[in-house]
């Protein structure tokens, strides 16, 4: 059975680093691309990035400059890390596949 | 970037009636090996987005067969028969066809 779940801070300050982590299950991160997708609150959903099977990455044009995702296979886990956040960057993220998505972390950007 | 456009915004109906939401691209989504990158979501209130339709008309694993989708390459329509209570949430359409995926703004499904 296909699982995904993200981990992260629930609060993150204006400015700071965001760090997500994806862990997988139920699939192999070297036979799946893997994408993030966020959603601010009341809104529509918004695709980040995705790491391809093979690793390499590719990023939403507008989030490029602050936005990078990576991987450990041997922990079946991809990460987000996005920089310089704002509040609009207050959103739930999502890490998902074509067969599923996690259930969502909820991150407040906030002092 | 592709622009999906759905209409309507929202729309009520009464259980065991239909309901159709259509989706609009900016540019044809019928790739090169003649796949039609349009897919269909639920995201049922307070939870993540699930599957319903991929590749235009194809019906995700679970998902009942009163869900149907059908179009050209721009032009899409997701028809549910004989609605539920479960179907109750907001619809998204979306494509795979390049990068950045996008998605259209959604339409929220509601029962009388």
């Known amino acids: 059975q296909v699982q995904l779940k993200e981990s992260g801070p629930g609060l993150v300050q204006p400015s700071e680093t965001l760090s997500l982590t994806c862990t997988v299950s139920?699939?192999?991160?070297?036979?799946?691309?893997v994408h993030w997708v966020r959603q601010p609150p009341g809104k529509g959903l918004e695709w980040m990035g995705i790491?391809?099977?093979?690793?390499?990455?590719d990023y939403n044009s507008a989030l490029k400059s602050r936005l990078s995702i990576s991987r450990d296979t041997s922990k079946s886990q991809v990460f987000l890390k996005m920089n310089s956040l704002q509040t609009e960057d207050t959103a739930i993220y999502y890490c998902?596949?074509?067969?599923?998505w996690g259930q969502g972390v909820m991150v407040t950007v906030s002092s | 970037d592709i622009v999906l456009t759905q209409a309507p915004l929202s729309v009520s109906v009464t259980p065991g009636e239909s309901a159709s939401i259509s989706c609009r691209s900016s540019k044809s989504l019928l790739s090169s090996k003649g796949i039609t990158s349009l897919y269909w979501y639920l995201q049922r209130p307070g939870k993540s987005p699930q599957l319903l339709i991929y590749q235009m008309s194809n019906l995700a694993s679970g998902v009942p067969d009163r869900f149907s989708s059908s179009g050209s390459e721009t032009d899409f329509t997701l028809k549910i028969s004989k609605v539920e209570t479960e179907d109750v949430g907001v619809y998204y359409c979306?494509?795979?066809?390049?990068?950045?995926?996008?998605f259209g703004s959604g339409t929220k499904l509601e029962i009388k």
């Open positions: 979306g494509h795979r066809l390049e990068y950045p995926l996008t």
């Open positions: 998902t596949i074509p067969q599923g």
């Open positions: 139920g699939f192999s991160l070297t036979s799946n691309s």
């Open positions: 790491i391809r099977s093979g690793g390499s990455t």
